[in-house]
């Protein structure tokens, strides 16, 4: 009975193994992860990649009102940092949907920004 519970252990190890050259060999996971000798570490570095990467720029009031920054670092701005929300109304790059989500979300200032470009419309 303890050998077949080896056995049937020591298959599934070997599927586990096996399952880690594949993805390996499609290019899903770095040679590191495939190589890993237990099943612990190789489940680590499978969820190290699904993490999002940290944002390449310092979040400024700069980088959210410039009509260079990217419309994607902007509605991660408008989504997770508050205290820059109002900076993108006074961004050129600015859609109706974003400039909706940030009146939605509020934060510091926002309301008052918001007038300011309603104002500036206006005339």
Not at 19 to 29: D, M, N, S, V, Y
Not at 92 to 113: F, H, I, N, T, Y
């Amino acid at each position: 009975m303890t050998r077949g519970f080896i056995v049937r252990g020591h298959r599934r190890g070997r599927h586990a193994a096996h399952r880690l050259r594949h993805l390996r060999q499609a290019q899903r996971l770095p040679r590191h992860a495939a190589a890993a000798h237990s099943s612990e570490s190789a489940s680590r570095a499978i969820s190290d990649m699904t993490a999002p990467p940290e944002p390449p720029i310092r979040l400024t009031p700069a980088v959210a009102c410039s009509p260079d920054t990217d419309v994607a670092v902007l509605w991660h701005i408008a989504y997770h940092v508050p205290e820059l929300r109002k900076w993108l109304v006074a961004n050129p790059k600015a859609d109706a949907p974003l400039l909706e989500l940030v009146s939605q979300r509020g934060g510091p200032g926002v309301r008052q920004a918001l007038e300011i470009l309603f104002e500036s419309m206006e005339t």
